[in-house]
């Protein structure tokens, strides 16, 4: 875990592509604490003239923008540890795409461990399942 989805205005490009999973991901291990060989990035571009905010296209305000979608299993992190997530997550964002509209979101997701997992799994199943083979 976590799954992330990054949409950046523009068009696809595969070097801006690799460069935003890698700081992402970067991020995420940092900030977050989250295993690197479990965090999956989707990386999706929407042209300028397609993304609006205040009904004005981004091509019409002459800027970029993002939205990152983080999901992540809930009571893993503290309030402190998801601010100081979005801080840095806009920060790096920012620097890397450039001329960023100020309304460029970031959610991180609380899923809850019973409806949330990976490989066939909930991550309360691997909860339960470490906690007994702990015992």
């Given at each position: 875990?976590?799954?992330i989805?990054?949409?950046l205005?523009?068009?696809?490009?595969?070097?801006?592509?690799?460069?935003?999973?890698?700081?992402?991901?970067d991020?995420?291990?940092?900030v977050?604490?989250k295993?690197r060989e479990?965090?999956?990035?989707?990386i999706h571009?929407?042209?300028?003239p397609?993304?609006?905010?205040?009904?004005?296209s981004?091509?019409?305000w002459?800027?970029?923008?993002?939205h990152?979608?983080?999901?992540?299993?809930?009571?893993t992190?503290?309030?402190?540890?998801?601010?100081?997530?979005?801080?840095?997550?806009?920060?790096?964002?920012s620097?890397?795409i450039?001329?960023?509209?100020?309304?460029s979101?970031i959610?991180?997701?609380?899923?809850?461990?019973?409806?949330?997992g990976?490989?066939?799994?909930?991550?309360?199943?691997r909860?339960q399942?470490a906690r007994?083979?702990?015992?």
């Amino acid at each position: 875990m976590p799954h992330i989805n990054l949409q950046l205005s523009g068009t696809p490009d595969a070097d801006l592509s690799r460069r935003a999973a890698a700081a992402v991901a970067d991020l995420t291990v940092e900030v977050l604490g989250k295993p690197r060989e479990l965090v999956a990035v989707a990386i999706h571009y929407v042209d300028r003239p397609h993304w609006f905010i205040d009904g004005r296209s981004l091509a019409e305000w002459g800027c970029n923008a993002f939205h990152l979608d983080i999901s992540i299993t809930d009571e893993t992190n503290t309030k402190a540890e998801k601010a100081r997530y979005l801080q840095r997550m806009h920060a790096e964002l920012s620097a890397l795409i450039g001329d960023v509209h100020e309304t460029s979101y970031i959610h991180v997701i609380d899923a809850r461990a019973a409806a949330y997992g990976y490989g066939g799994l909930t991550q309360e199943q691997r909860y339960q399942t470490a906690r007994i083979a702990a015992a």
